[in-house]
């Protein structure tokens, strides 16, 4: 299928989760992340997500899985469901799409077909997330586009959203 | 919220459980424990002689906190800078790259003194409109404005600045109700009142812009209007620049004028011509810097409240933004 992605292709653009999710938000925060301008530290929400992150179900063992020094799974239960914890599901498209990118990698290791699942535990809600042909397709996309946004000399324009509100960067966007 | 500890008694700091501990010996020998919740701490300023220990600057280190030390007579001495965790080698390279091109210098440099004598005319009309008479130094002010756009090297903004602050220096004589006329700006040390206060008002305030800069990426060694040295994070004097009008001469103006710190508040060093301010003096300045500090705007852009030092903040992402190519800077000039 067209868009879908070769190992050898894939090994080479490999990259962390959290690229590939500010992608399905914000093109201009790749960059700046990508470059070492991390606004995380600073923000109030971040650090709400990684309270909550660390309480949520508190009796599974396999917690923060750092696969190659690049992707960290959240959770892994029994064995096969990969587990991504999210404070709200406004984003969800972009935590879908990260799960989608740690399923494909995964796969690409040799682990096979495994499943993923988005968790909201404050809105008691979860998300199954399987690997499909066009999920498949959106993840290459978004790896060959972050590596093209990666080597822009400067960062990409964008303009003002709602959600820049919020957004650790803004005060470093718009400020 | 984080905030700012000025720490004028002597004691020890100590890291216990995880937690800063203020000890302090009170009368008969007791020793007083405060606890500071170090996750409300954003930096600390040591005025009094305090004890402390490596264990602790990793702590301190740890959560990030910038620790500024003053001596004996409230001169700084110097910061203690944690290890940056949050490092960008591509922002150091456009920071170097910025200096390195003397047009790049130029164009940052130029923001830098524009800035800062547009808020020296500020005060002035302020005063004019009061009443007072410092036409005078308006004029030298703006001409020197007028000409920041010719200059040609960082030498010549230096020497329009100094020219507009001597007149604005010359023009505290009507602003301020001073016993005995304020002659010139001397500094290290300063040989009266006014010099006193603005020295002392001037290390407060390259402290806070030091510790603004810490939460950015930006390399706070590496500026454009005063030459990058060895001995002092020399960014932090570009920024403090915009700032100071607003900030430190103003605060000077409201402790004099309200009559809040006076002569009596002064002591002099010994045989050395300098003067220092007496500790309740400078508790008293601290209090209105900070207070000054604290005070907000609406941001019009962000749409929400921002604080002074939160302003200073925003200068260094201005910058940032200038050095990585999303918009050309513009120096912070009061818009209300």
Redesign the interface.
């Known amino acids: 299928m067209e868009g879908l992605i070769e190992d050898e292709e894939f090994e080479q653009l490999r990259t962390n989760g959290v690229k590939v999710n500010y992608w399905a938000i914000c093109h201009r925060k790749v960059w700046l992340y990508a470059k070492g301008l991390r606004m995380e530290p600073l923000s109030d929400r971040v650090a709400l997500g990684r309270i909550l992150h660390e309480r949520a179900y508190p009796d599974m063992p396999r917690r923060e899985v750092l696969v190659d020094n690049l992707i960290k799974i959240d959770l892994i239960e029994h064995e096969s469901k990969l587990l991504e914890v999210k404070h709200s599901r406004k984003l969800v498209d972009a935590a879908r799409l990260q799960v989608a990118y740690y399923l494909l990698y995964l796969k690409w290791l040799g682990a096979g077909e495994l499943v993923g699942e988005l968790r909201f535990p404050k809105e008691r809600r979860k998300e199954e997330v399987r690997l499909t042909p066009e999920l498949e397709a959106q993840v290459a996309e978004a790896l060959r586009d972050i590596q093209r946004i990666e080597q822009l000399p400067s960062p990409p324009q964008v303009d003002f959203m709602p959600i820049c509100r919020v957004c650790a960067y803004c005060e470093l966007c718009w400020g | 919220m984080a905030q700012s500890y000025y720490i004028f008694r002597s004691g020890r700091l100590k890291r216990k459980q995880n937690t800063l501990y203020l000890e302090q010996e009170i009368e008969d020998g007791q020793i007083r424990h405060q606890p500071i919740p170090i996750e409300n701490v954003r930096d600390l300023y040591l005025f009094g002689e305090i004890d402390l220990n490596t264990k602790l600057l990793s702590f301190l280190a740890q959560h ?1 906190v910038v620790v500024h030390c003053f001596n004996y007579y409230g001169f700084y001495s110097g910061s203690f800078y944690p290890r940056e965790n ?6 150091l390279v456009r920071q170097v790259e910025h200096y390195l091109d003397s047009q790049k210098r130029m164009a940052i440099a130029k923001e830098f003194v524009h800035s800062a004598l547009f808020h020296i005319r500020r005060n002035l009309n302020y005063y004019r409109n009061r009443g007072k008479k410092v036409d005078e130094a308006i004029d030298v002010v703006e001409a020197s404005m007028g000409r920041l756009q010719e200059a040609q090297d960082v030498l010549e903004l230096m020497r329009e600045e100094g020219q507009a602050r001597e007149a604005y220096y010359k023009a505290f004589n009507e602003i301020l109700e001073l016993e005995e006329p304020f002659e010139k700006r001397v500094r290290r040390p300063p040989d009266n009142m006014v010099n006193a206060l603005l020295s002392f008002g001037n290390s407060l305030l390259y402290a806070a812009t030091l510790s603004e800069i810490y ?1 950015t ?1 930006l390399n706070p060694t590496v500026s454009y209007l005063h030459e990058p040295s060895k001995r002092r994070f020399s960014l932090a004097l570009d920024i403090s620049e915009i700032f100071k009008p607003l900030i430190v001469d103003r605060t000077v103006f409201r402790v004099i004028n309200k009559g809040v710190i006076g002569e009596e508040d002064f002591e002099a060093v010994g045989e050395v011509k300098g003067i220092y301010l007496k500790e309740e003096a400078a508790k008293t300045f601290v209090r209105e810097f900070e207070s000054s500090l604290q005070e907000t705007v609406k ?1 019009r ?3 929400r409240h ?1 604080s002074y030092r ?1 302003l200073i ?2 200068e260094a ?2 910058l ?2 200038h050095l ?3 918009e050309s800077y513009r120096a912070f000039k009061v818009w209300w």
Request: hydrophobic content about 40%; overall charge positive.
């Open positions: 990030g949050n490092v960008s080698g591509h922002l939460v990426q941001h852009k962000l749409n921002v939160q903040r925003l992402y201005k940032i933004r990585l190519g999303m």
